[in-house]
Nanobody, 123 residues
Framework: QAQLVESGGGLVQAGGSLRLSCAAS????????MGWFRQAPGKEREFVAI????????YYLDSVKGRFTISRDNAKNMVYLQMNSLKPEDTALYYC????????????????WGQGTQVTVSS
């Protein structure tokens, strides 16, 4: 019954910033590890970032380290992806997803997926 809804995508120029948000409907949101993924045309979905249920542990795709920050607010059932210094190669449909545990998230075993929000970075 959980629902994840992403927002915050848009068109930005290279070097710009966006903050993506993911709103979760489940009452047990705080029990889930959350991840952000992206999929560009012609490519498979790839991992971007993961955050533990407590928010104390995070993992990032190497190419976004230092530029992207994943965070969450369990009181608001929200997870965020702050994206700075955006590059054209960041262009993709970005999804948030929920995993029962961070170990399952690391194994790409996610239970719930959002519909995605488009991020387009122009050069």
């Amino acid at each position: 019954q959980a629902q994840l809804v992403e927002s915050g995508g848009g068109l930005v120029q290279a070097g710009g910033s966006l903050r993506l948000s993911c709103a979760a409907s489940t009452r047990t949101f705080s029990n889930y590890a959350m991840g952000w993924f992206r999929q560009a045309p012609g490519k498979e979905r790839e991992f971007v970032a993961i955050i533990s249920d407590s928010g104390l542990t995070t993992y990032y795709l190497d190419s976004v380290k230092g530029r992207f920050t994943i965070s969450r607010d369990n009181a608001k059932n929200m997870v965020y992806l702050q994206m700075n210094s955006l590059k054209p190669e960041d262009t993709a449909l970005y999804y948030c997803a929920a995993a029962v545990t961070i170990m399952r998230a690391q194994r790409n075993e996610y239970t719930y997926w959002g519909q995605g929000t488009q991020v387009t970075v122009s050069s």
